[in-house]
């Protein structure tokens, strides 16, 4: 699979709490081992917080409660560029940067990114919109640091992560805000490759 260059920030969705994680043996999201079949090989999937989740905005409900989602990103944080067999993720080995309110109960610190994408152009992302994939999907990995003292802890809590998603789209010059990740691709082709790079957040 060749991740495309070509891309740019489309929509942020939402903070989504989540327990299965994409290690787990066999799956896909589609054909036999899709998202429906999931729940009869993993009992963890069988709860009502899941992914992959399809937004639907008419059917959406505005609460007005919600505090607004606040972003704390520190620009050149060093992570770990890392091709793990089935993505490309950056986890970060510096840096303080976390998100909070848009409904969280505490500050998350960002612990890693990682990208899903297709062989397809048109259905890479894990998210959709009104039943819509996009050509790939980012997530930026936090977790409850009040709360847990690292990602592999909170992980395995029910509110021990909040995941951004970032649907992204195709477009005809490269996006300069993803550069430092990108221009790196060539040196972690294979799987297990690493390379040390200086990232989004």
Same mark, same amino acid.
């Given at each position: 699979?060749? $991740?495309?260059?070509?891309?740019?920030?489309?929509?942020?969705?939402?903070?989504f709490?989540?327990?299965?994680t994409? @290690?787990l043996?066999?799956w896909?999201?589609?054909?036999p081992? !899709?998202p429906?079949?999931?729940a009869?090989?993993?009992p963890?999937?069988?709860?009502?917080? *899941? @992914?992959?989740? &399809?937004i639907?905005?008419k *059917?959406?409900?505005?609460?007005?409660?919600?505090?607004?989602?606040?972003?704390?990103?520190?620009?050149?944080v060093?992570?770990?560029l890392? &091709?793990?067999?089935? @993505?490309?993720?950056? !986890?970060? $080995?510096t840096?303080? !940067?976390n998100?909070? #309110? #848009?409904?969280?109960?505490?500050?998350?610190?960002?612990?890693?990114?990682?990208?899903?994408w297709?062989?397809?152009?048109?259905? #890479?992302s894990?998210?959709?919109?009104?039943?819509?994939?996009?050509p790939?999907?980012?997530?930026?990995?936090?977790?409850?640091?009040?709360?847990?003292? &690292?990602? @592999?802890?909170?992980?395995?809590?029910?509110?021990?992560?909040?995941?951004?998603?970032?649907?992204?789209?195709? *477009?005809?010059?490269? &996006?300069?805000?993803?550069? !430092?990740?990108?221009?790196?691709?060539?040196?972690?082709?294979y799987?297990?490759?690493?390379?040390?790079?200086?990232?989004?957040?």
């Open positions: 699979m060749e $991740l495309p260059r070509t891309i740019s920030w489309l929509f942020a969705m939402a903070a709490f989540l327990k299965c994409e @290690s043996g066999t896909s999201y589609r054909g081992e !899709s429906d079949t999931w009869h090989h993993y963890d999937c069988a709860g009502h917080k *899941q @992914s992959p989740v &399809n639907v905005p *059917q959406t409900v505005f609460d007005a409660g919600l505090a607004d989602l606040t972003i704390n990103y520190e620009p050149n060093l992570a770990k890392e &091709n793990n067999g089935h @993505s490309i993720q950056a !986890s970060f $080995l840096g303080k !940067s998100i909070s #309110g #848009g409904g969280l109960p505490s500050r998350f610190q960002t612990a890693q990114l990682h990208f899903h297709g062989s397809e152009n048109l259905r #890479g894990e998210h959709q919109i009104n039943g819509r994939k996009y790939m999907e980012i997530h930026i990995v936090h977790y409850n640091a009040e709360k847990y003292p &690292n990602a @592999s802890t909170a992980m395995k809590k029910p509110d021990g992560l909040a995941v951004l998603g970032i649907l992204v789209e195709l *477009q005809a010059n490269d &996006n300069p805000v993803l550069n !430092s990740i990108t221009d790196m691709l060539e040196t972690i082709r799987k297990g490759d690493t390379r040390l790079c200086r990232a989004l957040v």
